[in-house]
């Protein structure tokens, strides 16, 4: 069964960095691309961006371009999102999500992200 | 970018009685690219409908999506105690991709 994995709660300092991983097993991983969502508290989801698991190739939402970085590591079929210059805004809840033609069918239960002084 | 409006904001209903969820696009989505997604407290969105009408394996029939071009609708036809959730419909016709606001069913 497809299963979405990701790491634990973190908490970082404004200007930090924070690197959230999202291990994918049950499928084939570079048969589809993995989007980031992102979710502060009580508010609406937020696409980040996504990868091709494949060929590594990106694409990030404007308002994230010169912070977010998303890689992967196929020998261990995980893709990473990479936040930088973290703000308290940026305290939300990310999630991994895996595309199927557009929409997302299988999503990760989230990490919880916490930017505080 | 795609806009897409949720209404209402909230929904009060009992189980039992029929929901209708209403999301409005500021621009056709074409090819009815559009999703419905339920969420509960503390877990990840769920994918109910993609394709504007299409059910997600195992979701009830129930739920119906319907509309196309810049309106689209979510019916729940007999809401069950499980229902009572946020609803966000989403586009994937291009990038960004975008969520609408989201809906609150709650019991009334």
């Known amino acids: 069964q497809v299963q ?4 634990g709660a973190e908490v970082k300092k404004p200007g930090a960095s ?17 989007h980031w969502v992102r979710q502060a508290p009580g508010q609406g989801l937020e696409w ?14 404007q308002k994230f371009q010169d912070r977010v970085t998303m890689t992967r590591d196929t020998s261990i079929n995980t893709p990473y999102m990479d936040l930088s210059r973290l703000r308290s805004d940026d305290t939300a809840v990310y999630y991994c999500a895996r595309e199927a033609h557009g ?12 930017v505080s002084s | 970018e795609i806009v897409l409006t949720q209404s209402p904001g909230t929904l009060s209903l009992s189980p039992g009685e029929r929901a209708t969820l209403s999301c409005r696009a ?15 407290p503390g877990q990840a969105p769920r994918l109910l409908i993609y394709g504007a009408s299409n059910r997600a394996t195992g ?40 969520f609408g606001q989201g809906t609150k069913v709650e019991i009334k």
Do not use: H
Not at chain 1, 4 to 7: A, D, E, T
Not at chain 2, 29 to 39: E, M, R
Not at chain 2, 59 to 66: A, L, V
Not at chain 2, 67 to 88: K, M, N, W
């Open chain 1, 48 to 61: 980040m961006g996504w990868i091709n698991p494949n060929s590594g190739a990106t694409n990030y939402a």
């Open chain 2, 26 to 40: 500021s621009q056709s989505v074409t090819n009815s690219y559009l999703a419905w997604y339920q969420q509960k």
């Open chain 2, 59 to 98: 979701i009830p029939d129930r739920f119906t999506g319907s509309g196309s071009g810049t309106d689209f609708t979510l019916t729940i036809s007999r809401l069950e105690p499980e229902d009572f959730a946020v609803y966000y419909c989403q586009q994937y016709v291009n990038s960004p991709w975008t």
């Open chain 1, 103 to 114: 929409y997302f069918d299988y999503w990760g239960p989230g990490t919880l992200v916490t």
């Open chain 1, 4 to 7: 979405l994995v990701q790491s």
């Open chain 1, 18 to 34: 924070v690197k959230v991983s999202c291990k994918a097993s049950g499928y084939t991983f570079t048969g589809y691309y993995i």
